[in-house]
């Protein structure tokens, strides 16, 4: 089974800076990675280099090509949603599809009008006239209707409302997603993409702090909440965060012994926003 993504220490600097720091990463066909970091820490320059936009230095291959030297052939087989709108605000949405069907031989136009139906964007209307929401629709259209091996999306629901943020990840999961594709989504939105996700990545200052799938993190993460006067307890078991709850402090551990932590009382697996807070918090201590 061939890698869609495979990077091995890459790396890249401006100047005195580096903005990644020897990443290593596998993503099998099939699967939801997540990428997830503060600002600054690197998303946008690794995205970058996986689409071709910038070299780095390292080994990396997306789809078994090099993305700089075979970037045409490469884009044959990616499509990409970023987080700023990229279409001319003059043009009419059935320009858009005719657009589309002229240029890329594996855009399926009746596939994009079936889902447009389904929202309230209309094909006489506009760019300029779509709202953000709107418009993120109609590029999820565009993109869905292509029948891509890899989908990278960045930030794709940045500035929408709680309903469009829903019904974009309901259709992504419904109406393009299966084991033949593979998507990468980095967003700031962690709470929401949890249940969406197969593996995750946390990624701070160009260094991936956690590359992990989904199911691995119910073994390796634990919480505990603790009364003030239990706190004792735990001394020689330090947790990589605690933070105050009502009565005592809730501590996320990694790894440990969990049946000395059960003990104490009931553990859980902690959510993935908390386990990103703890990592990040780590990370900067």
């Known amino acids: 089974m061939q890698t869609v993504i495979k990077a091995r220490g890459l790396s890249k600097s401006y100047g005195s800076t580096r903005v990644l720091d020897g990443i290593d990463l596998d993503l099998m066909p099939g699967r939801i990675l997540g990428l997830i970091g503060p600002n600054g820490a690197g998303k946008t320059t690794l995205l970058k280099a996986i689409l071709g936009l910038a070299p780095a230095q390292g080994e990396l291959a997306v789809l078994g090509l090099n993305p700089h030297t075979q970037r045409t052939q490469m884009l044959q087989e990616i499509s990409f949603i970023a987080d700023t709108a990229i279409l001319p605000r003059w043009l009419k949405v059935k320009q858009a599809l005719e657009y589309m069907e002229g240029v890329h031989p594996r855009f399926d136009r009746a596939k994009a009008e079936?889902?447009?139906?389904?929202?309230?964007?209309?094909?006489?209307?506009?760019?300029?006239?779509?709202?953000?929401?709107?418009?993120?629709?109609l590029h999820l259209a565009l993109v869905m209707a292509i029948d891509s091996k890899l989908l990278i999306l960045d930030e794709p629901t940045l500035g929408l409302d709680i309903l469009y943020r829903k019904q974009f990840y309901n259709a992504l999961l419904d109406d393009y997603f299966d084991k033949d594709?593979?998507?990468?989504?980095?967003?700031?939105?962690?709470?929401?993409?949890?249940?969406?996700?197969t593996d995750v990545v946390f990624i701070r200052q160009g260094k991936l702090c956690l590359n992990s799938s989904m199911e691995e993190l119910q073994d390796r993460f634990v919480e505990l909440q603790l009364t003030d006067d239990q706190l004792a307890k735990v001394a020689g078991h330090t947790p990589i965060h605690s933070r105050p709850v009502l009565g005592g402090k809730a501590m996320i551990f990694e790894g440990g012994d969990r049946e000395f932590l059960r003990s104490l009382g009931p553990i859980k697996t902690p959510s993935l926003a908390d386990i990103f807070v703890a990592k990040m918090h780590g990370e900067k201590s």
């Open 181 to 197: 594709k593979t998507i990468l989504i980095t967003t700031h939105q962690v709470e929401e993409i949890e249940n969406l996700l």
């Open 114 to 137: 079936v889902f447009l139906q389904r929202t309230e964007v209309k094909t006489n209307m506009l760019v300029r006239q779509l709202s953000k929401g709107m418009l993120t629709q």
